[in-house]
């Protein structure tokens, strides 16, 4: 069943539905690479028993994901299934409801076997917690697997899991997939629904997305993930694809933006070395100017990151027990978003306001980033303190070539562009306009076809 565990969830679906695997057989061999893999990597928890899941996998509900296994990301609640947000305060977290997106996951067919690791409330691009401790990258034990979607990133490419959901708020579904030699995508703000969020209009600075081996995956997910929600006057789903093949697109290639961007040359090389194939394939690299102060797009994004940390944690930062269980990242960001004062807020707004404004009038039809500004460092560090001979000021600068496309919400998928000096990925990111997402898929569907590591998997 090992060929079978290695295809993309698109050819197991179709295996099932032909009946060529069952599938009781798909979640059997699933559970035995479980067993074999994780832990080594420590990627997925609170994983669900054998016997429960194999009676699930025999009667299926009907779907477009009909008896595909899936492990959902630590901070979605998943009736019965422990979800500890990576915090000890809610390590005995047993939900008895479903967020809205593992609700259309399950109804699409899916069996949730469990859930995936994550960093304390997810924040910090590295996943450890106080509750199930560190996920490995399998390409090097060593190292960080990135966050926070890094348990997701790493069941995928250990091929324990086909599909996994993400979010994203500074990275986290473009940093570790980078970083395990697959696909991530942020969709454009709006098109994955919020749910059941109390406040909807402040906070657009975060969504969830879909991840996988391939961006056919990716497509799958998301149009499952994206489905219109009347609750949420943002929700404009659902995803749909196109069948037109991108040609003659003009690609911004942004670099380390002008010098702001500390970032490891063997990675810009890489990224270079990739925007080759889109070259090849008749579309146009411009070397790219800034298009905006760096210094500007950072403090309107630590402003309203802050503020919304803030508020969303403020109850734990006022009980003195609850307090003392808080990383220190998300004290710090409380901390900062309570000191704020209106002006500075609005004034982040107003930032954040013309940089949407530049984007929306720019004459690219991509923009090209790197998807970190580092390749995966010791997984024993908290945060790189320094890239290259440039200090690193708070335990996230050293992901700020990601708030770009973030502080607006522009659809950006990460793509797989090789591997570095000590045998560990990087990522490319692809940034289209708003609400163009199935024009950044098609394109990085195009640019799948012409590389060759996505074959290359870890060494167990």
Known sequence: MDEILDSDATSQLQKLASKEISPRELMEATLDRIEKVNPKVNAIVSLQS?????KKAE?????????????IKDL??????????????????????????????????????????????????????????KTL????????????????????????VSLADGSDMMGSLRNPAAWG?????????????????????????STSGPMARSVRDIELLLGIQSKLDPTDPHSYGPYKTTSKSPKNLKIGWLGDWGGSYATDPIILQRCQEALKIFEDNGHHIIEASPLFSAEALWSAWTTL??????????????????????KPAVVWEIE???????EEIFKASRIRSDWFRVTAEMGFDTLVLPSTQVFPFDSELDW?????EREMDTYHRWMEVVIPASLTGLPAISVPIGFGPENTPAGMQLIGHRRHDANILALAKQYEQSISFLDMKPGF
Not at 59 to 71: D, F, V
Not at 98 to 115: F, L, P, Q
């Open 181 to 205: 030699n697959i696909f991530g995508f942020r969709p454009s703000s709006g098109l994955v629904s919020k749910g059941g969020s109390a406040e909807v209009f402040f906070n657009q600075i």
């Open 59 to 71: 009667s299926p509900l009907p779907g477009p994901l009909r008896g595909l296994p899936i492990a």
């Open 76 to 133: 979605e609640e998943t009736k019965g299934i422990t979800t500890t947000y990576g915090s000890p305060l809610f390590k005995d977290f047993n939900p008895d409801f479903d967020s809205n997106m593992v609700s259309r996951i399950k109804a699409a067919g899916a069996i949730v076997i469990g859930k995936t690791n994550v960093p304390e409330f997810g924040l910090g691009s590295h996943t450890y917690n106080p509750v199930y401790g």
């Open 384 to 388: 790189p303190t320094k890239i290259l």
């Open 336 to 342: 900062k978003g309570l000191a704020l004062t209106p």
């Open 305 to 326: 990151r802050s503020w919304s940390m803030s508020e969303k944690f403020r109850e734990n930062y006022n009980n003195p027990l609850e307090k003392k269980l808080l």
């Open 50 to 54: 054998r016997e429960e899941l194999i």
């Open 137 to 160: 990258n399998p390409y090097n034990l060593k190292m960080t697997c990135g966050g926070s979607s890094g348990g997701a990133s790493v069941a995928l490419a250990t091929r324990m």
